[in-house]
């Protein structure tokens, strides 16, 4: 009965039943209704991301768009389109990562029709004009030199910049700081962005909530069905092997604790084998609050007062990181030298089983545990859906979670952390530790 119990694959991790339907332009419906009374969230992920700026010069244009988005058409103006959310008692946002603009809107099931019908209308026939290009180029600018006000942001700036020598990562969503200044002037290149990615083969709505699948396709049918195929497919380019570490360092002007960064080069996000999901635990069993690491250098030591882990999770080969900040100038060797030393020992041995398994626990849990109401569910859905245009891709995942050894995960370590693929940034104020 034992060995039955453990050939049982495990239960879905997404729990819910969606239909998945494809309108003959290429715009994909991803309807999920939930057990959740009366609300619904609508999702729309756009497949471009920082990732699509391939071309020198306009970085910084996917996040753009995730401004313009709003400043109305024909039919709604900016302020109408506000006002119709704000009389239905919804929420409308938006957000930009390296691959892919989400924008949402929660609201009552009864609104469903107005705001299928609403977003339609700005992806078809989103207007601005040169002025309020500008005006908005210059909004973002601001933006950026915000986040350039925080040195965790300067520190990853110069991790990608670092890190890459080719691929459109090298950038941030926010873009590099002399394409942000020269937007102002880039008005129509921005009509020609909004027309090569604002289409429908590269769009997926994700419906959640209290609503029929028929009526959700009907209506996607209605409002979005006319919408033209575009042509256009970026080439994106292909990150050359790293053949040696890479370092770099950041003067802070401003008071700070030190901070590092050591980050290596990984796979693309992969639901097909064990690759994605060995990183994710390793992540966790090396860098997480329960690892001996975070014991030994936050707890026991207190050399420095944060350690995470991030691994690959994008369409393209990225980055594992490990951040860290130091309470010490003089004790920033000391920490990279914990860290790498902790690298190498997953690379030469296995884990142990038993904490392994427990990570496995955990990440599936923590993920159900999320999925607690229906913008949640299509938030989570969202993130998946714009790496593979499917839910089910989730379910892959954590099946290749459910199957993870040991030896899976010292192999994924000596695999993709080596000293060829590594980076390492830091940064400090100035004269620190002088």
Known sequence: MVAEAAQTPPQKIFPYAYSQDDLPNGLRVVTVPTDFPNIVAVYI?????????????????????????????????????????KRMGGASNAFTTSDFTCFYTVFSKEDLPAVLAMEADRFRNLKYSEAEFKTETLAVLGEYNKNASNPFQKLNEALLDTAYSTHTYKHTTMGFLKDVEDMPNQYEYSQKFFSRYYRPEYVTIIVA??????????????????????????????????DGPRTSHVAWSGPTLPLLAIAYKGPAYDDATKDTAALDALS????????????????????ADALYASSPNQADPSLFQ????????????????QILATVQQFREKPVDGARLDAVRKHLRYELALRMDNSETVAQVAAGYVALRRTPDTMNKLFDQYAHLTPQDVQRAA???????ARTIVTLDAVGAGK
């Open 414 to 420: 000596a695999k993709y952390l080596t000293e060829n």
């Open 45 to 85: 992920v756009v497949q471009t991301g920082s990732r699509n700026e391939v071309e020198p010069g306009h970085t910084g244009f996917a996040h753009l768009f995730e401004h313009l988005m709003f400043k109305g058409t024909e039919k709604y103006s900016q302020a109408q389109y506000n006002d119709a959310i």
């Open 209 to 242: 909530g209290d609503v029929k699948t028929k009526a959700v396709r009907d209506l996607a049918a209605k409002d979005w069905g006319a919408w033209k195929r575009g042509d256009y497919k970026p080439k994106i380019p292909v990150e050359p092997v790293q």
């Open 322 to 337: 490990v951040l860290a900040r130091v309470k010490k100038a003089e004790d920033v060797e000391y920490v990279r030298g």
């Open 284 to 303: 966790y069993l090396a860098f997480s609050e329960n690892s001996e690491l975070y014991q030994k250098l936050i707890i026991q030591e207190q050399k």
